[in-house]
């Protein structure tokens, strides 16, 4: 198990803004081989989930309100640091999403744009696929919904 946090964007410390923003750009930019703009604006009206092992931060989302991303509330930005995925550390982080989702914005209909590789994984989470596949930054992405 990993030790979860949540905090708003004021709430985070210098140290731990740098190291998600670093996690984010060693995955989404460097790993994914994508030039996009992260650092886009949202991270302050997001509740940030981070996961720790060993005081180490391993994994992060950033979770949204109905309304501030999609209709829905949301959850983006889904990442576990390259060293720790063969411990599934993705299930965690998502499973504390969603609960803070549900204790936090009294929902449970959540949307996500997905990288379609990962179709399975959320899948396996409760979401299941609406529309159509699109690009997102280069990168295929399909819309999914969760309702539990």
């Keep these: ?3 979860i946090k949540i905090k708003t964007f004021k709430e985070l410390t210098t140290q731990e803004l740098y190291k998600l923003l670093q996690l984010r750009s060693e995955i989404f930019v460097v790993e994914q081989d994508c030039v996009y703009q992260d650092i886009d604006g949202k991270d ?3 509740l940030h989930v981070i996961g720790f092992k060993n005081q180490k ?3 992060y989302t950033r979770i949204f309100k109905p309304g501030d991303y999609f209709e829905f ?6 990442l576990v640091d390259k060293k720790h995925r063969q411990f ?4 965690d982080i998502m499973h504390a999403s969603i609960d803070a989702i549900k204790s936090n914005y009294n929902t449970s209909q ?3 744009s997905a990288q379609c590789y990962l179709k399975r994984f959320y899948g396996n989470l409760g979401f299941e696929e609406v529309g159509e596949t699109y690009l997102e930054d280069g990168i295929p992405h399909i819309g999914m ?3 539990k």
């Excluded at 509330?73 to 889904?78: D, K, L, M, T």
């Excluded at 599934?88 to 299930?91: D, T, W």
């Design 88 to 91: 599934k550390y993705g299930y």
């Design 110 to 112: 959540i949307k996500i």
């Design 44 to 46: 302050q009206k997001a």
């Design 73 to 78: 509330a949301s959850i983006g930005r889904v």
């Design 145 to 147: 919904l969760y309702k």
């Design 1 to 3: 198990m990993i030790d």
């Design 57 to 59: 931060m391993i994994a």
